[in-house]
């Protein structure tokens, strides 16, 4: 399935998320970072902030990637990928290589997270969009007096357990807005509605080899849940009303 027909914007994020805090030496960050180029090229502008340090390629290309380092987590995306293979490629690598270059330890493992981004870019109020679409016909929209009541933050978040035992779970999120630099929420802001599918695989692994085969259950459980839920249940509805303004 071709994600991007359905939206302006599609990403696809992965995140490795550590109990231990990475080194924050030069060498270990710069040689796998070195190497990472050496593997994908377009990969090539460092940029540095003071929780981040990122390895991107250049900005106005129609696929963007990038590979950034926090000091518990380790990520990397891929935004308008041209198809899913390459995506996963890229997400495969880090995962095969970081953890030799930056000491990580099957013990420091917390999570693995893959996110499928939606953008959906729309120039009408994006909380009565969202409300239209998704609570006007659900028991939800008792909560509202139309006559009265105007939608001003419409934000759903829902989580699943895919296993019993819970450590292979979802989240569906629709955000309507960005943070705003004082940390309030940007309402008012031109941004698009986003719907971000996260599923992640909680907890240590036994071994550093068993992260691609995590990753490639991600992304079975990702794309399932993408075109067999989000897409029919959260995206259409919201497309839909997107068109009807």
């Not at 950034?68 to 987590?73: C, H, L």
Request: with cysteine; proline share 8%.
């Amino acid at each position: 399935m071709s994600y991007r027909a359905w939206c302006s914007d599609f990403y696809v994020n992965m995140k490795l998320g550590l109990k231990m805090d990475l080194p924050a030496a030069r060498e270990p960050v710069l040689e796998l970072f070195d190497r990472i180029r050496r593997q994908v090229p377009s990969l090539s502008r460092l940029r540095r902030t003071d929780s981040e340090v990122a390895l991107e390629s250049p900005e106005g290309e129609p696929s963007l990637m990038w590979v950034a380092m926090k000091a518990t987590s380790l990520r990397a995306g891929y935004v308008n990928p041209p198809d899913m293979a390459e995506t996963y490629r890229l997400h495969r690598f880090l995962l095969e290589t970081a953890p030799y270059f930056l000491s990580i330890s099957p013990l420091d493992i917390d999570s693995v997270d893959l996110v499928f981004g939606f953008d959906l870019e729309t120039e009408h109020d994006r909380d009565i969009i969202v409300y239209n679409a998704l609570f006007s016909d659900s028991r939800l929209s008792g909560l509202f007096d139309p006559d009265h009541d105007l939608p001003i933050d419409v934000q759903p978040f829902i989580g699943l357990a895919l296993t019993p035992e819970g450590d292979w779970q979802a989240f569906v999120e629709v955000k309507t807005r960005p943070k705003a630099a004082d940390g309030s929420s940007a309402r008012h802001l031109p941004e698009p509605i986003s719907v971000i599918l996260t599923v992640r695989k909680v907890g240590p692994v036994a071994t550093l080899d068993e992260l691609p085969a995590v990753l490639a259950s991600l992304a079975g459980h990702a794309e399932r849940l993408a075109e067999s839920r989000v897409i029919p249940h959260v995206i259409t509805p919201l497309r839909d009303e997107i068109l009807s303004h």
